[in-house]
């Protein structure tokens, strides 16, 4: 899972860093992706995290009930996934659209039910949030006060 909707939506801005920490960590140590592939990887997963912060988290802190914030939190879910598979499918385009047609097509096919298992998954987490600790969904817009920075 890709759960770039999930940062965004619990992180807001504080998502990029943490991503850029992640992605490098998984270069280094794991291969994945490599040094060279770093920042389109960094751009891929933050740019759906910002845009879930902005158009289902905001919401979502304002929200009825525990339904309503599991569908803003789902909707967050199933959006991070396709605007991922949306922003890879644009940089593979750029590297040569001839050569990577089917394997964009084949990207969004793939990614179908990864993006019904991340809707569910993050809807729940939200509907969660809402019910036990609501504040957890307020802390992308809260930033801490000198003291309570200097306590932890």
């Not at 992605?23 to 740019?47: E, H």
């Not at 590297?95 to 990207?107: E, R, T, W």
């Amino acid at each position: 899972l890709m759960m770039s909707g999930l940062l965004g939506f619990l992180l807001g801005y504080s998502a990029i860093p943490a991503l850029a920490v992640a992605l490098l960590l998984q270069a280094v140590f794991l291969g994945f992706g490599g040094i060279t592939a770093w920042g389109s990887n960094l751009l891929v997963a933050a740019i759906p995290a910002l845009c879930c912060y902005h158009f289902f988290a905001r919401p979502c802190q304002r929200a009825a009930n525990s339904k309503h914030a599991f569908f803003y939190g789902a909707f967050a879910g199933a959006g991070g996934v396709l605007i991922g598979c949306a922003l890879q499918g644009f940089v593979l385009h750029l590297s040569d659209s001839a050569a990577y047609g089917n394997a964009i097509i084949a990207l969004i096919a793939g990614h179908l039910p990864i993006i019904v298992i991340e809707a569910v998954v993050l809807g729940s987490i939200a509907s969660f949030l809402y019910q036990v600790r609501p504040e957890l969904l307020l802390a992308p817009t809260r930033l801490p006060s000198l003291a309570e920075a200097s306590c932890a």
